[in-house]
């Protein structure tokens, strides 16, 4: 009979948080045994994921990127290639292309007091088999959305369509919309990518959306980094454009949310010289709400304005009342021609990759669980999730949590601990909304999620700088981490 699989930390996902994981415990705990289990057939989460046309990053790549490894390439914005590129060297120079399981989705995670382990179910994605690995450390570094659908409103008549309807988490690889007139539904990240990249072909794209979005054109390339990388060292250089960033990003969101009606002024006052003359911009892009109450979206190098201002793109602010063979009839009365309908309507949010968690055999409600520095739940021992930030870059968060999750191994193995779990004194702390956000994704599910508490350390600062001192320099005995031997 042979044994059970056993590792120290299992890492769920090979996407940009599962990839830092793995190279932070092979630095700061090489005493660790460690694997990653991948439900796709390639690294890279979300880059190796979505394929619509234009895929980019809505941060720059000295902050997106990892601590450990400088970004050289000329654009600060970089489109997904260049992005999978970054990610395969940083696999294949941290030796960790054996450590990773390549169509392995977990499906349910039993924490087991008694064993001081969790015992986590795999799928085999070829052959729908199951297998079972235990671990003392759960790492979810599974991201925040459904991968099998994304959010997608029930339009009416939405059946009548004679042409493709997309998802762009869902893109069809053989999709043709050159020479045709395309519609794209929403006003996101994702809508105001896609537009400017379908432009270059499509006959006409429109951007159709229910209220306008903060839209900011950006050089695509950061002079400074390109400066410094000429006369400096690369990690110098990098740590140097990387702070420069942090800093200048924190300040920025500071400014929303203590002056927000002078950031939004100044917003808008960059429009006008971007836009054809007379373009209604208090109608389509005049947001109701205040600057990083919701994303503020990038137009690199004024891609986004520079397709409406040659013609081949232009923004539709209205509702839709219903869908019709050959397009959508608008509630102002106006009908928008399409032979392509792209339903950029966001993400559908979930909890751990919908992983079904059980400890000692009573299921997890997501619900009910209080957020622990942005990285763990009350009430589930060894568990670690990383989560990025809604007002900086991804990564920045999930580098913090992968070091965290090393000082936690190494304080255990010296101490000969078995268990720790966030405990909080209900007596003392409030529950609140995971995320002070308004986006609609984040909205739709904040009831499901878990919740964040009225004090620390059980609130979700969306400050790194904050977050360095909480994670690296605090310690680990606060009184809200109970250990057990």
Same mark, same amino acid.
């Given at each position: 009979?042979?044994?059970?699989?056993?590792?120290?930390?299992?890492?769920?996902?090979?996407?940009?948080?599962?990839?830092?994981?793995?190279?932070?415990?092979?630095?700061?705990?090489?005493?660790?045994?460690?694997?990653?289990?991948?439900?796709?057939?390639?690294?890279?989460?979300?880059?190796?994921?979505?394929?619509?046309?234009?895929?980019?990053?809505?941060?720059?790549?000295?902050?997106?990127?990892?601590?450990?490894?400088?970004?050289?390439?000329?654009?600060?914005?970089?489109?997904?290639?260049?992005?999978?590129?970054?990610?395969?060297?940083?696999?294949?120079?941290?030796?960790?292309?054996?450590?990773?399981?390549?169509?392995?989705?977990?499906?349910?995670?039993?924490?087991?007091?008694?064993? %001081? =382990?969790?015992? $986590?179910? /795999?799928?085999? *994605? @070829? &052959?729908?088999? #199951?297998?079972?690995?235990?671990?003392?450390?759960?790492?979810?570094?599974?991201?925040?959305?459904?991968?099998?659908?994304?959010?997608?409103?029930?339009?009416?008549?939405?059946?009548?369509?004679?042409?493709?309807?997309?998802?762009?988490?869902?893109?069809?690889?053989?999709?043709?919309?050159? %020479? =045709?007139?395309? $519609?794209? /539904?929403?006003? *996101? @990240? &994702?809508?105001? #990518?896609?537009?400017?990249?379908?432009?270059?072909?499509?006959?006409?794209?429109?951007?159709?959306?229910?209220?306008?979005?903060?839209?900011?054109?950006?050089?695509?390339?950061?002079?400074?980094?390109?400066?410094?990388?000429?006369?400096?060292?690369?990690?110098?250089?990098?740590?140097?454009?990387?702070?420069?960033? $942090?800093?200048?990003?924190?300040?920025?969101?500071?400014?929303?949310?203590?002056?927000?009606?002078?950031?939004?002024?100044?917003?808008?006052?960059?429009?006008?010289?971007?836009?054809?003359?007379?373009?209604?911009?208090?109608?389509?892009?005049?947001?109701?709400?205040?600057?990083?109450?919701?994303?503020?979206?990038?137009?690199?190098?004024?891609?986004?304005?520079?397709?409406?201002?040659?013609?081949?793109?232009?923004?539709?602010?209205?509702?839709?009342?219903?869908?019709?063979?050959?397009?959508?009839?608008?509630?102002?009365?106006?009908?928008?021609?399409?032979?392509?309908?792209?339903?950029?309507?966001?993400?559908?949010?979930?909890?751990?990759?919908?992983?079904?968690?059980?400890?000692?055999?009573?299921?997890?409600?997501?619900?009910?669980?209080?957020?622990?520095?942005?990285?763990?739940?009350?009430?589930?021992?060894?568990?670690?999730?990383?989560?990025?930030?809604?007002?900086?870059?991804?990564?920045?968060?999930?580098?913090?949590?992968?070091?965290?999750?090393?000082?936690?191994?190494?304080?255990?193995?010296?101490?000969?601990?078995?268990?720790?779990?966030?405990?909080?004194?209900?007596?003392?702390?409030?529950?609140?909304?995971?995320?002070?956000?308004?986006?609609?994704?984040?909205?739709?599910?904040?009831?499901?999620?878990?919740?964040?508490?009225?004090?620390?350390?059980?609130?979700?600062?969306?400050?790194?700088?904050?977050?360095?001192?909480?994670?690296?320099?605090?310690?680990?005995?606060?009184?809200?981490?109970?250990?057990?031997?």
């Amino acid at each position: 009979m042979t044994s059970m699989a056993h590792s120290d930390v299992l890492i769920i996902g090979a996407g940009i948080s599962g990839i830092s994981s793995a190279f932070h415990l092979q630095k700061h705990a090489p005493q660790a045994s460690f694997e990653i289990l991948e439900r796709g057939d390639s690294i890279g989460g979300t880059w190796n994921l979505f394929k619509y046309p234009g895929i980019r990053s809505d941060s720059d790549m000295y902050t997106l990127g990892f601590s450990f490894r400088p970004w050289r390439d000329a654009k600060a914005i970089a489109d997904a290639p260049a992005i999978m590129n970054y990610l395969r060297d940083a696999v294949r120079d941290g030796n960790l292309d054996k450590k990773i399981h390549f169509g392995k989705k977990v499906v349910e995670a039993k924490w087991s007091t008694a064993n %001081g =382990k969790w015992f $986590v179910t /795999i799928e085999d *994605g @070829a &052959t729908g088999e #199951t297998e079972t690995r235990s671990c003392k450390f759960l790492h979810s570094c599974a991201g925040y959305y459904n991968y099998d659908q994304g959010y997608q409103p029930d339009f009416p008549g939405f059946e009548n369509f004679k042409g493709p309807f997309v998802h762009p988490q869902f893109w069809p690889e053989d999709l043709d919309y050159s %020479g =045709k007139k395309v $519609v794209v /539904i929403g006003s *996101g @990240a &994702t809508a105001v #990518t896609l537009v400017p990249a379908m432009a270059e072909t499509a006959e006409h794209v429109t951007m159709l959306q229910r209220s306008p979005t903060y839209i900011v054109s950006r050089p695509s390339e950061d002079a400074f980094a390109n400066f410094t990388r000429k006369y400096l060292p690369a990690r110098l250089a990098y740590g140097l454009t990387r702070w420069k960033n $942090v800093l200048l990003g924190r300040f920025f969101f500071w400014l929303c949310r203590t002056r927000p009606e002078l950031v939004k002024r100044r917003l808008l006052e960059e429009l006008p010289e971007q836009l054809p003359l007379g373009y209604d911009i208090e109608k389509h892009l005049t947001p109701r709400y205040n600057p990083w109450d919701q994303r503020v979206c990038l137009a690199p190098d004024g891609d986004f304005f520079a397709a409406i201002c040659n013609g081949k793109a232009d923004i539709a602010t209205d509702h839709i009342e219903e869908i019709q063979e050959n397009g959508i009839k608008l509630k102002s009365g106006d009908f928008l021609e399409a032979d392509v309908i792209v339903s950029a309507t966001g993400l559908d949010l979930n909890f751990l990759g919908n992983i079904e968690v059980t400890v000692d055999n009573e299921p997890v409600e997501p619900a009910n669980l209080l957020n622990y520095k942005g990285m763990m739940y009350s009430g589930i021992p060894n568990l670690l999730a990383s989560f990025g930030y809604t007002n900086a870059s991804w990564t920045l968060r999930c580098d913090l949590t992968s070091k965290y999750l090393c000082r936690l191994v190494n304080y255990m193995d010296r101490k000969n601990l078995s268990r720790v779990m966030p405990t909080p004194d209900m007596g003392q702390v409030e529950y609140e909304p995971l995320l002070d956000f308004s986006s609609g994704y984040v909205v739709r599910k904040s009831a499901e999620l878990p919740k964040q508490g009225s004090i620390k350390p059980w609130v979700m600062y969306q400050n790194y700088i904050a977050d360095i001192f909480l994670t690296r320099f605090s310690a680990l005995q606060d009184g809200a981490l109970k250990f057990t031997k």
